[in-house]
């Protein structure tokens, strides 16, 4: 005579109902975090991006470029980036970057000008960031160069109390 196929019991799919969700809780936990510091890392590609192109257009077309920084705003402008005279205004409250900006200022002042490609201040750019769990401290390099390698420095916690640094 043959024995029915066995089963698995209530209490064998429960346990392993509780240790998938378990796993998938973390793994959502540690995704929400990884998006905080991506947006960080976004703001800081584009402020590192737009600053230098700042610096080589004022090379290349001998001109004064003048970057504005207003943290109230969550944002930046640019003047004298294009040879129309448009002001490019950069916020990066809104997406895809979402960061709150508690503080963006290059040797204490709120303003960059390019003249030449020199910059008025060869001290880094500093940007403190919020984005959801996480607070990043943000270094970005204001001197131009023809190297791909000017970047920046982002460093700080999304949900760990020590700092990790992360470089471009």
Do not use: H
Request: hydrophobic fraction near 45%; glycine fraction near 10%.
């Amino acid at each position: 005579m043959r024995t029915p196929p066995r089963a698995f019991s209530i209490l064998e799919l429960t346990i392993v109902t509780v240790v998938v969700a378990l796993v998938a809780g973390v793994g959502i936990a540690r995704a929400g975090s990884g998006g905080a510091e991506y947006r960080a890392r976004l703001a800081a590609q584009r402020l590192s991006s737009d600053l230098r192109e700042a610096g080589r257009q004022s090379m290349y077309r001998a001109t004064t470029v003048t970057v504005v920084f207003d943290a109230a705003s969550d944002s930046y402008s640019i003047t004298g980036l294009y040879a129309d005279g448009e002001v490019i205004t950069v916020d990066l409250g809104l997406p895809p970057y979402r960061v709150d900006v508690t503080s963006l200022e290059v040797d204490g002042a709120d303003t960059l000008i390019y003249s030449g490609g020199a910059p008025s201040s060869d001290q880094p750019v500093t940007a403190v960031l919020e984005a959801s769990s996480g607070v990043f401290q943000l270094l970005v390099d204001t001197v131009v160069s023809g190297s791909l390698a000017d970047g920046f420095t982002l460093s700080g916690s999304a949900l760990q109390a020590a700092a990790a640094t992360l470089t471009q």
